[in-house]
């Protein structure tokens, strides 16, 4: 076989083998590339989902229902049973001692003709019986220690007991009065809320915004006012600004950047989202209370704000709330059309919201 043939062969396989990696560098990137527009997809429709969510306030709130109670905020006292950590004494085992004894002797007839005989076996039994007495003694002397130390450690673990057991008293009544302080405290808040005092009304309204758990990081905080005369609650809503809100529409795959970026909203779609979550804003919080109480608030007035500037201020009375269904949304464009006013692109004059 000529050399020529041989390089022939190896150009020839070499060719080829160049041609599947570059087959397979293909395909990878292809298949990278449309991992990323699924990925860029995912995001946007999580994204929207978010979206969409923001226009389902009012009906997630509704499928809460009434969450406040004045008896909810109460706590129960139930007192602990005492249990003590210390450990009870143990009265220790005695190690008795055992005699040590020589062999008697058997009495026998011998002994009168030995006396030495019977003088010894007596010797024998002699010296076993003081034996036997000086164990028993001895024996003695160290069950009264074991059983003396047995009962003062008895008389110390009492005395530690007692006062573990003052402690807990201690404990459990102090426990009993901040309970039925903290009680006492929510009966004087629902007293003076029904009075129409504005520091509980707002505590209500504080906890209320708190129990529904609105979960929107686009909220910065809120000021509450109320007017016990008017029983007017007045709250101003401090959002972000409408760019951190709205301003991405969706995600987008570059290839040649080979980055998912965002892709900016637009002006007309950012505007017309902002006008809706309003809305729903508005009316979410007017719900809450209401559906709380219809009582002390006659009248909710909330205002949004963004970036210093007034978005939207709108005036609810409990009557007109009282007039439409939440669950299902009817009437309630037409009725926030009639009682919403928003600013328009945030400069200019007061607007009607919609039109009827």
Same mark, same amino acid.
């Given at each position: 076989? =000529?050399? %020529?043939? /041989? =390089?022939?062969?190896?150009?020839?396989?070499?060719?080829?083998?160049?041609? @599947? $990696? %570059?087959?397979?560098?293909?395909?990878?990137?292809?298949?990278? @590339?449309? =991992?990323? @527009? +699924? *990925?860029? +997809?995912?995001?946007?429709? !999580?994204?929207? #989902?978010?979206?969409?969510?923001? !226009?389902?306030?009012? +009906?997630?709130?509704?499928?809460?229902?009434?969450?406040?109670?004045?008896?909810?905020?109460?706590?129960?006292?139930?007192?602990?049973?005492?249990?003590?950590?210390?450990?009870?004494?143990?009265?220790?085992?005695? +190690?008795?001692?055992?005699?040590?004894?020589? %062999?008697?002797?058997?009495?026998? /007839?011998?002994?009168?003709?030995?006396?030495?005989?019977?003088?010894? $076996?007596? %010797? &024998?039994?002699?010296?076993? #019986?003081?034996?036997? @007495?000086?164990?028993?003694? $001895?024996?003695?002397?160290?069950?009264?220690? /074991?059983?003396?130390?047995?009962? *003062?450690? &008895?008389?110390?673990?009492?005395?530690?007991?007692? /006062?573990? $057991?003052?402690?807990?008293?201690?404990?459990?009544?102090?426990?009993s009065n901040e309970v039925n302080q903290h009680n006492l405290d929510i009966e004087n808040w629902k007293i003076r809320f029904h009075r129409g005092e504005k520091t509980s009304v707002i505590r209500f309204v504080e906890e209320i915004i708190e129990l529904y758990r609105f979960g929107l990081t686009f909220i910065l905080e809120y000021n509450k006012d109320f007017n016990k005369v008017k029983k007017k609650f007045n709250i101003s809503v401090y959002l972000k600004s409408r760019n951190d809100i709205f301003s991405v529409g969706g995600y987008k795959y570059y290839k040649t950047k080979r980055e998912i970026l965002p892709v900016r909203m637009k002006i007309t779609e950012m505007n017309e989202r902002l006008k809706k979550l309003l809305i729903q804003l508005s009316v979410s919080f007017s719900y809450i209370v209401f559906a709380n109480d219809g009582e002390v608030i006659n009248e909710i007035s909330i205002d949004f704000y963004s970036e210093n500037v007034c978005l939207s201020s709108t005036s609810i009375d409990f009557l007109n709330y009282q007039n439409y269904e939440i669950c299902t949304m009817h009437g309630v464009n037409s009725y926030v059309t009639n009682h919403m006013r928003v600013f328009k692109q945030y400069s200019k004059s007061v607007v009607k919201f919609m039109s009827k």
């Open positions: 076989m =000529s050399r %020529r043939f /041989v =390089s022939g062969v190896i150009r020839e396989y070499k060719k080829i083998e160049n041609q @599947h $990696r %570059r087959e397979n560098d293909r395909l990878q990137k292809e298949r990278y @590339h449309a =991992s990323q @527009h +699924e *990925h860029a +997809e995912l995001n946007t429709m !999580n994204l929207i #989902d978010t979206y969409n969510n923001y !226009n389902n306030l009012v +009906e997630t709130l509704y499928s809460k229902g009434n969450l406040f109670s004045f008896e909810l905020y109460k706590k129960s006292y139930k007192q602990e049973k005492f249990v003590s950590k210390l450990p009870k004494p143990k009265k220790e085992q005695v +190690e008795f001692e055992e005699p040590k004894l020589n %062999r008697v002797p058997s009495e026998t /007839v011998l002994e009168k003709f030995f006396p030495k005989l019977k003088v010894k $076996r007596l %010797r &024998i039994e002699k010296y076993n #019986d003081e034996s036997i @007495h000086n164990v028993d003694l $001895r024996n003695k002397e160290k069950e009264d220690k /074991v059983f003396d130390k047995y009962n *003062h450690d &008895i008389e110390v673990y009492k005395e530690k007991l007692e /006062v573990e $057991r003052s402690k807990f008293k201690k404990k459990e009544l102090q426990r």
